[in-house]
C-alpha cells in the first residue's frame, strides 16, 4: 500500500510537471522554500517518492529481506512524519494551498484530513519494520482476511483524502473557465515554466507579485520591474485552461502611465487603465487565449 501510494504520488507529480514544463510546479509544500531552493526540493521530493516506492516493493520478499528492508521503511516512515510537520506549517503559512500529494487533484487547502492521513501512513511505515517477509497465503480464508484488511485500509485513506471529491466533481462536470477554481499558487506555478516569464524575468527586482487579480478566464500577476534605468511593472496574464495555459505579458513604464487612447510603447499587447480602483495597474485585454 505505501509503495502504490509513494510511486501513484510521484507519477501524479510527474504528470503535471510535465503538463507545466517545470518539475517544481504543482508540489504545495516547496513554495514555503525561497525561490532560487524551489526546484532542488521538488527533484529532492520527486526521487524519494520514487526511491522508496521501488524500495519496499523489492525489499518485501525474501531477496530484499534484513538491512536493506530495515533502511526502506525506516526511511519511508521518516518521510511522512517529516510531511506530517511540513503539512501542518504549510496550513499555518499558506492556508490556500493544497498539498500537491497528487499532482492537479491535490489542490483543495490543507486540512485535518490530509494531515491525519500523513500521520496514519508514517504509523504503517513505522508498523512495516521488521515485518517478515511476504508470501503467499496457504489457505483461502487467510487470502480473504488479507484481502478484507487491505480493502478496508484503503477505504479509510479515501475517507482521508480531499482528491476523491475532486476527481468525482472533474467527472461529474465540466466547468467553464470563468468558474472554475485555480489556485494562485497554481497560476503562478504555470507563470514561472512559461517562456514570457524567462523573457522578463531578467528585467524584475522581485519574483514575488505586488498584486494579483482574476478577470473572467485570465488572472493577472504584477511584478515591480528596472527597463532602460525606468521604473517598470511587468504584468502578466495566464489564461487557467489547464496544461499549456498561454501566458502573455505587458511592460508599464510607472513615471508615464498609459493612456485609455493609446498602449505603452514598451508593451507588445494592448495595455489601458484597468478601473478607477487600480490606476496604478494595467490589463491585458484580450477575447481568448490565442
Not at 47 to 72: D, H, K, M, N, Q
Request: some cysteine; charged content about 20%.
Amino acid at each position: 500500500m505505501l509503495a502504490v501510494l509513494l510511486i501513484g504520488g510521484c507519477a501524479a507529480k510527474a504528470r503535471r510537471a510535465l503538463g507545466a514544463r517545470s518539475i517544481d510546479a504543482g508540489i504545495g509544500p516547496t513554495g514555503m522554500f525561497p525561490f532560487r531552493l524551489q526546484r532542488p526540493a521538488a527533484i529532492a521530493i520527486f526521487v524519494s517518492e520514487f526511491a522508496l516506492g521501488v524500495g519496499l516493493l523489492v525489499t518485501a520478499g525474501r531477496i530484499g529481506a534484513g538491512p536493506p528492508a530495515l533502511a526502506v521503511r525506516a526511511a519511508t516512515a521518516v518521510l511522512f512524519w517529516t510531511a506530517v510537520a511540513a503539512l501542518a506549517e504549510l496550513r499555518t503559512r499558506r492556508p490556500d494551498v493544497g498539498c500537491g500529494c497528487f499532482g492537479d487533484v491535490s489542490s483543495t487547502p490543507v486540512d485535518w484530513r490530509t494531515i491525519t492521513r500523513a500521520a496514519l501512513l508514517g504509523a504503517a511505515g513505522l508498523a512495516s519494520i521488521g515485518v517478515p517477509p511476504l508470501h503467499m497465503h496457504g489457505s483461502l480464508d487467510r487470502l480473504g482476511e488479507a484481502l478484507a484488511v487491505t480493502v478496508a485500509e484503503f477505504a479509510l485513506l479515501a475517507v482521508l483524502s480531499p482528491e476523491i471529491g475532486e476527481l468525482m466533481v472533474r467527472l461529474g462536470r465540466a466547468e467553464p473557465c470563468e468558474l472554475r477554481r485555480v489556485p494562485v499558487a497554481r497560476t503562478l506555478d504555470t507563470l514561472w515554466a512559461s517562456a514570457s516569464w524567462r523573457r522578463y524575468q531578467r528585467y524584475l527586482i522581485s519574483t514575488i507579485p505586488t498584486d494579483v487579480w482574476r478577470e473572467g478566464c485570465w488572472r493577472f500577476a504584477v511584478f515591480p520591474g528596472i527597463l532602460a534605468s525606468r521604473r517598470v511593472e511587468v504584468v502578466f496574464a495566464v489564461y487557467m485552461s489547464g496544461r499549456h495555459a498561454p501566458v502573455r505579458a505587458g511592460v508599464l513604464d510607472i513615471d508615464t502611465p498609459p493612456t485609455t487612447s493609446a498602449p505603452s510603447r514598451y508593451s507588445s499587447l494592448s495595455v489601458y487603465r484597468k478601473s478607477a480602483i487600480l490606476k496604478n495597474k494595467i490589463n491585458i485585454l484580450s477575447n481568448g487565449p490565442g
